[in-house]
């Protein structure tokens, strides 16, 4: 079946360090691919998404790129902030059906 | 942008009770509403897809008896937990489906914290 792999967590940045948090996927087809992020005590919140190869897409700062090739889709950021501080989900959609969510990373950003 | 509601936000119940989540999707109609729940520091696991007018479609593992998930109408789905117990404490999460046209998105409800004592 489908699913999503992300890096290991936790990442610990000091404030203004480059991101990556890595994300590969396994579907058939050509899912959509999410990053969603949770703060502390909250639901999830869209971050960012792509549907189709070589889309890139890009919210307060962040980035990722539908890499078909790789499979991939890893977030970005050039200056992390303490308030980035949270939990990133990579996730991809498969014609509409249920979502398949990787198992989270952890960020803690320092001042 | 579509807004996926849950209430309440915050449950605490006695061993025993039962629970009753609700899901609305406040500006679109939904035929197709998931349930989700996520344990301390997981991933998010997909418990049930519900569909207006029919059954809900379980995932294997989860006790259909135990979860109760009813979509009424094309902007409400409910998830009621009978017979709470404490491992039944965590975070659940709907989410619902919007088609428009050749396009679609799942939209997020904020959670709910279900507590069992």
């Not at chain 1, 999410?34 to 549907?51: H, I, N, R, S």
């Not at chain 2, 209430?7 to 609305?24: A, L, W």
């Not at chain 2, 991933?43 to 009813?70: P, R, W």
Request: with cysteine; proline share 4%; aromatic share 12%.
């Amino acid at each position: 079946g489908d699913s999503v792999t992300q890096m290991e967590g936790p990442v610990t940045l000091s404030e203004e360090a480059f991101l990556t948090i890595n994300c590969t996927y396994t579907a058939t087809g050509y899912p959509s691919l999410f990053w969603y992020v949770q703060y502390p005590g909250e639901g999830l919140q869209l971050l960012l998404k792509a549907t189709k190869a070589d889309d890139k897409g890009s919210n307060k700062g962040f980035e990722a790129t539908y890499r078909k090739e790789t499979t991939s889709f890893h977030l970005e950021k050039g200056s992390v902030q303490v308030s980035d501080s949270a939990v990133y989900f990579c996730a991809l959609d498969n014609y509409g059906q249920n979502f398949v969510f990787g198992p989270g990373t952890r960020l803690s950003v320092l001042p | 942008g579509a807004v996926v509601s849950q209430h309440p936000s915050r449950v605490i119940c006695k061993s025993g009770t039962s629970v009753k989540i609700e899901c609305r999707s406040l500006d679109f109609q939904a035929t197709t509403m998931f349930w989700y729940r996520q344990f301390p520091k997981q991933s998010l696991m997909l418990m049930a897809t519900s569909n207006e007018g029919s059954k809900a479609t379980y995932e294997q593992g989860v006790e259909k008896d135990k979860f109760l998930i009813n979509h009424a109408s094309l902007t409400l789905s409910t998830l009621t937990v009978t017979s709470a117990h404490p491992e039944d404490s965590s975070f659940y999460i709907c989410s619902a489906f919007r088609r428009q046209g050749a396009q679609h998105e799942q939209y997020f409800g904020p959670g709910t914290r279900l507590t069992v004592t």
